[in-house]
């Protein structure tokens, strides 16, 4: 009888689980670990290379598993809200297009190669003062979700480009996703040159990459089901 009563409650606990969406359990798993990441940075920086992404230690075959540690750290509250509120805005309907499972994979993996095409850069041409601008310094850390989030935006260029995008801080200006998303690229690497602004453009760069070779794949797989689904969002 007890072990009937653990099993149901097992069950219900597993449905109540399940209904979660990977959307939401990525922004609650983003915001714990950038807290910790967080007190870390604030209170122990000796050990931020254990969880932010160096170009030079990846290099040199060090703390691998920043590769994808750095996806889920970010560097301030507002860094982090601002991302975590993109995620949302832009990553639910993506999730109900693409699936639970493809949807955490394309995420994950997204996010892997904007870091490593960010390292490769980075230690490549970041050695100068316009090479760390443009590129990024091998000596500088990186952490955020950004390159996995301008993957899904870079997924919806090719899905359904004329869906309208706005951006975070004028709520009254909207374009259509396949003009407003390499706007968005360009302009920021732009002013961060500029500004000599520490943002990590190459990551921005290799997530929209991923998301538009992604979004190639699937709407030669499956266009007939993409044409559809262009004609629900005119």
């Known amino acids: 009888m007890n072990r009937a009563r653990f099993q149901k ?3 219900g606990l597993l449905s109540v689980l399940n209904s979660f969406s990977t959307i939401a359990w990525l922004i609650a798993i983003t915001i714990l670990t950038s807290i910790i990441g967080l007190v870390i940075f ?34 301030g509250i507002g860094h982090l809200l601002i991302n ?21 994979w394309f995420y994950l993996l997204s996010g892997i190669f904007a870091g490593l095409l960010s390292v490769f850069l980075a230690a490549q041409f970041g050695d100068t003062a316009l090479g760390s601008r443009i590129f990024g310094s091998p000596d ?4 955020g979700a950004s390159g996995a989030i301008f993957a899904i935006a870079g997924l919806y260029v090719m899905l359904l480009p004329r869906l309208k995008f706005m951006i975070i801080f004028l709520p009254f200006f909207s374009l259509p ?4 998303v ?12 500029i500004g000599d602004w520490p943002i990590g453009n190459v990551a921005h ?30």
């Open 9 to 11: 409650k097992k069950k």
């Open 182 to 193: 390499p706007l968005v690229l360009f302009v920021v690497w732009i002013i961060s040159v």
């Open 42 to 75: 604030w209170f122990f920086p000796e050990y931020a290379d254990y969880i932010a992404l160096k170009p030079s230690n990846i290099m040199q075959g060090k703390y691998l598993w920043t590769i994808i540690t750095h996806m889920f750290v970010h560097g």
């Open 84 to 104: 975590m509120f993109v995620l949302f805005s832009l990553g639910s309907l993506c999730e109900r297009i693409i699936g639970r499972k493809r949807f955490i």
């Open 140 to 143: 500088i850390s990186m952490v």
């Open 177 to 180: 996703a396949y003009v407003m």
């Open 205 to 234: 760069f290799g997530g929209f990459l991923a998301g538009i070779i992604y979004g190639f794949y699937l709407r030669t797989k499956y266009s007939r089901k993409v044409a559809k689904l262009q004609g629900m969002f005119r």
